[in-house]
């Protein structure tokens, strides 16, 4: 499995930003895309997940403002960002979950960083 993000920039706080990740390789073995983020100093944290069934989760620190969604058509995995806060200033990851084993795969990260 292999994983392609984009998206990140620089926003002001109150503002939107939308994260994708383009997945490819053996797609049919993914039970679960996530994004998460990790700020200087912090260690990784999810945000937000997607199983194979379209159930979602996300960190409570930004559920009401964040949703993860998949097109299977494109075979991508997007974050919409919404009012954003500089707490959100991170980079962020793409991870796919796959097999009976249930492997992390990772994308590179993007950054995103939250002016006040």
Do not use: H
């Amino acid at each position: 499995v292999q994983l392609q993000a984009s998206g990140g920039g620089l926003v002001q706080a109150g503002g939107s930003l939308r994260l994708s990740c383009v997945v490819s390789g053996s797609i049919f073995s993914i039970n679960r895309m996530g994004w998460y983020r990790q700020a200087p100093g912090k260690q990784r944290e999810l945000v937000a997940a997607i199983t194979s069934g379209a159930s979602t989760n996300y960190a409570d620190s930004v559920k009401g403002r964040f949703t993860i969604s998949r097109d299977y058509a494109k075979n991508t995995v997007y974050l919409q960002m919404n009012s954003l806060k500089p707490e959100d200033t991170a980079v962020y990851y793409c991870n796919a979950r796959a097999g009976f084993k249930n492997i992390d795969y990772w994308g590179q990260g993007t950054q995103v960083t939250v002016s006040s």
